[in-house]
């Protein structure tokens, strides 16, 4: 079975498509506010410091160096959970042209019975492999890094309408976010109680066409949005 070309699986809740990432989603960038969740994957204004801190560092004379983020492993490829990649949860960021692919699989069999969760990803994605996942796939992703799920950062109030997965908390702030002027009912959006990123994840989920209002529970553990207008907290 091909890597390349594949679909998040489909699921349907009333007249909701589950899963699948739009290809136009990073049509709809960042607004540029100091506070914004870009659909580079820079997920905040604070995000964005840490990952570029390394270059500051070592510019700015008298300035301590800051070690970039290593990659967990790379972007494509089969990774067998346990020996080649750890049980956690990942991060991926600045994928633009909406080619990244990843897979969950129970076994290495290439059958879609193994499948236990997929997407693909325009801009951030996140994922969390499970001790009992057997096989983890990624093409055409950028690397993965290891996610501190424990950290809380600064975040952000607006967030890019084509950015992909942002840890509410951490990335965005909770609170009933809004976004405007959606056409061909190609805004998805979707909050997920963890990164798992199977049907049992998800909590909520639109396809909207116009004006789009979603409340983000501080409870929520992530908020995807793909192909929308950028969305802007309003209480």
Avoid: H
């Avoid at 679909?7 to 007249?15: E, T």
């Avoid at 890094?145 to 607006?158: F, N």
């Avoid at 959606?182 to 963890?194: A, G, L, M, P, V």
């Amino acid at each position: 079975m091909g890597m390349k070309g594949k679909i998040a699986l489909g699921a349907v809740v009333g007249v909701v498509v589950i899963g699948v990432v739009s290809a136009n989603a990073g049509d709809n960038g960042g607004s540029g506010d100091s506070d914004t969740a870009s659909s580079g994957g820079k997920s905040s204004s604070a995000s964005a410091e840490r990952e570029s801190g390394g270059k500051k560092g070592s510019q700015d004379a008298g300035k301590v160096e800051v070690a970039e983020k290593k990659a967990a492993f790379s972007g494509d490829g089969d990774f067998q959970v346990g020996s080649d990649v750890k049980p956690g949860t990942y991060r991926t960021t600045g994928n633009s042209d909406g080619m990244c692919y990843w897979e969950r699989a129970k076994d290495a069999s290439g059958e879609m019975d193994s499948l236990l969760a997929n997407d693909n990803v325009t801009g951030t994605g996140y994922v969390t492999v499970k001790a009992t996942d057997k096989l983890f796939k990624s093409s055409d992703c950028n690397d993965w890094e290891t996610v501190d799920e424990k950290a809380k950062g600064s975040p952000a109030t607006k967030m890019s309408g084509g950015g992909g997965m942002f840890r509410v908390g951490a990335d965005i702030a909770p609170g009933t976010y809004k976004s405007t002027g959606n056409t061909d009912d190609s805004c998805y959006w979707e909050r997920t109680k963890d990164a798992e990123q199977g049907l049992d994840s998800i909590l909520a989920n639109d396809n909207v066409n116009g004006t789009a209002v979603v409340r983000i529970s501080a409870s929520d553990g992530y908020f995807k949005t793909a192909g929308c207008k950028d969305w802007t907290k309003t209480g």
